[in-house]
Structure formats: C-alpha cells, structure tokens
C-alpha cells in the first residue's frame, strides 16, 4: 500500500466515523489474514507515526515502508478487571464453583480481534463422559513439534506442567473466556504477556497423561467447562458464529454440541423471545393437559337409592371431591336420573 493511499484511509479515520474504521478494519484483517491486528509484537519494530483513533485502546502505527496496521495497546485494557480477577498463575479454575444458572453471551471476535483455528480436521475424543469419567475438552490429533496456534487474541494466565494435561497453557481473553492447550512438547509464553491469535504459543506433542501426539483443547468461562465445537466447527476450522450464547446446560458434563435445525436461530434468540417461547411451550402443555383431562372425565346417572358416598365408593372417590366437581354441598339432595361429574 502507498503512503498516499495510506494517508486518505487515516484522514477518513480521523472523522471518527467508527463504521468507516470497522469497514477498514476488516478490509485489513482479510489482507494480512491471521496477522491483521497484532498487539504486544509491534514493539521494536521501526515505524514512522503513531496515530490515535476514536477508540482509545486501538492505535495505527505507520511504517517506514508507508504500510500501516491498526493495533491494540494492551496498556490502555491492562487495567480491566478481566485481567485481575480472579487470576493465578497456577491453577485451572481460579473461580472456585461457580455456577451458571443463565445464559452468557460472549461476542467471540469485533472487527479487532481475530481468531485462529487451532487445528482444522477431525477431532479423536469428544467432550463428554468417556469410560466413566468427565472429558473437559477435545482431543485433536497434533504430531509431536507442530506448532499450536493460540485461537484468540488475549493473556497467558498459566504455562507449566499441570498433571495430566502435561505441558499445559491457559489463555484468558478480553470476554472472559479461557481457552486450553494440553500436553505439549514445549511451551513458548509466559504467564503474563500478551498474545493475539495465531501466535505460536507452543508446539503439539503427548506430555501428562496421553496415549500419543494430540492437543488437548478445552474451553471454559468462569472455571467451567464446555465443549468447544459450539464455537469451532473443526472440520472447516471456522467459527460458528462471531457471536455465543452459551446456555446453562452447555455446562452439563455430558452435554455435546448438537446441529440445531435452526441453528442460526437458537444462537441468535434474545432473552425476551427465549422467555416468550417458554411461555408458548407452557402454554401447549397446558392446554394438552386439560384436553387429557376432559377426555378422561367420566359422568354417572342417579338411580333410585344411590347416595353421594354411595357413588364415591362404586367410582373410588370421596364426597368432597364429588361435590368439588359437581359443584354443589355434601348436604345437596341428588336427583333421580340427574348426570354426576365422578371422574
Ligand atoms: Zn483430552
């Protein structure tokens, strides 16, 4: 790109029309692919300018070559909460138990964050129970010293050895999501710095407890797992949508992805339309139950002789629930040939 062209994209930046900056922000990313926005990398790098934008954290850097790329200032979103809390550098779930009991939505990529498949094809193990016991991620097949991408942009919250996952690194990112790279032959970060997607963050291999070369990749908000193919169709390595909504029951230890027919729906529905379907299932159920009830009503025709408790007795019921159904008093006289509610 030519400086000339360079410098009309960054006047047009600086009307702080923010649509216009996402159009070229996305026109960028599919130019540079996985590398259209970096962070922490750019540093060192010779470049002629810096120039603010309208949003405080993203910056453009104007190289010596007239290029330019837009990038993040980890320094501007250090200080967010998501960074801090609930942070260790040790441990799996620094959240203790967390429950969820609602749907969280995560936006998984905005036109500055970008996302990286960590490997594309079939996956070996599912998440789920497998021989009795809980499996919190996938198993994707990972010759030993391939390199193994980081999928999002975001901070090293653990590298080290961790039981069973080997040489294990957690990424954090900015919605709060983890992510989990398991059994690796070498680990390349360090807790703390900064990564975007794509970065090699390590290299495949069959550390901790593995029968053989595969990543071991799991996906977590709030220390709980769920299993990743609701973000990631594996077989194409594309994300499933920009957008998550991840339901309570996605945390169930069993609960695998599932092809919804209405996929695209069930992703996108807002709360009020999922409290609205609620009511409308409620509403059938409602309805079908009343219908079963008056199917199975059964009448009874005084004869000469019969009692209330006399009739509760042939039918198997009481009096009180008699005179509920008939709606008249245990001290109401019955007719001969007069229709009775009994059932
Ligand atoms: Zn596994």
Same mark, same amino acid.
């Given at each position: ?8 994209i ?66 501007v ?15 799996c ?6 429950t ?6 995560l ?5 500055l ?19 009795g ?16 991408? &980081? +999928? ?8 080290? =050895?961790?039981? /069973?996952y080997?040489?294990?690194? @957690?990424? #954090? ?17 360090e ?19 593995s ?8 996906t ?10 609701w ?7 594309k ?14 230890g069993g ?5 919804a027919v ?5 992703i996108?529905?807002t ?12 509403r059938?159920e409602?309805?079908?139950?009343? &219908? +079963?009830e ?7 025709? =005084?004869?000469? /002789?019969?009692?209330?408790?006399? @009739?509760? #007795?042939k ?23 007069q ?5």
């Amino acid at each position: 790109m030519t400086l000339k062209k360079a410098t009309a994209i960054l006047l047009l930046l600086c009307g702080t029309c923010l649509a216009a900056q996402n159009r070229e922000a996305d026109s960028l990313r599919h130019a540079y692919g996985r590398q259209g926005v970096a962070s922490s990398r750019i540093v060192g790098t010779p470049y002629a300018d810096t120039l603010d934008t309208g949003n405080p954290a993203v910056k453009v850097i104007l190289f010596n070559d007239g290029t330019y790329r837009y990038v993040k200032d980890p320094s501007v979103i250090a200080g967010d909460d998501i960074w801090t809390k609930n942070w260790n550098t040790w441990s799996c779930n620094p959240y203790g138990n967390v429950t969820i009991k609602e749907t969280v939505t995560l936006w998984l990529v905005d036109t500055l964050d970008s996302y990286c498949c960590p490997r594309i094809g079939y996956h070996s193990s599912k998440f789920g129970y497998r021989h009795g016991r809980r499996h919190q991620g996938i198993d994707l097949p990972y010759p030993t010293g391939t390199p193994v991408y &980081a +999928a999002f942009d975001g901070k090293v919250r653990v590298s080290d =050895v961790v039981g /069973g996952y080997g040489n294990l690194v @957690i990424l #954090r990112h900015a919605n709060g999501l983890e992510t989990f790279y398991g059994h690796l032959s070498q680990r390349n970060v360090e807790p703390g710095q900064w990564v975007s997607a794509g970065d090699v963050i390590g290299l495949g291999g069959s550390t901790g407890r593995s029968s053989g070369p595969h990543l071991h990749f799991e996906t977590r908000y709030m220390g709980n797992a769920f299993d990743p193919a609701w973000l990631i169709d594996f077989q194409t390595g594309k994300l499933r949508h920009r957008m998550i909504k991840l339901r309570p029951w996605y945390f169930d230890g069993g609960s695998n992805y599932v092809q919804a027919v209405d996929d695209e729906d069930e992703i996108f529905r807002t709360d009020e339309e999922e409290r609205l379907l609620a009511e409308e299932r409620a509403r059938k159920e409602a309805e079908a139950r009343a &219908a +079963a009830e008056r199917a199975a009503m059964q009448y009874y025709t =005084v004869k000469s /002789g019969d009692t209330l408790s006399s @009739i509760a #007795r042939k039918y198997g019921t009481t009096v009180q629930a008699l005179c509920r159904m008939n709606n008249i008093k245990a001290t109401s006289t019955i007719q001969i040939g007069q229709r009775l509610r009994v059932k």
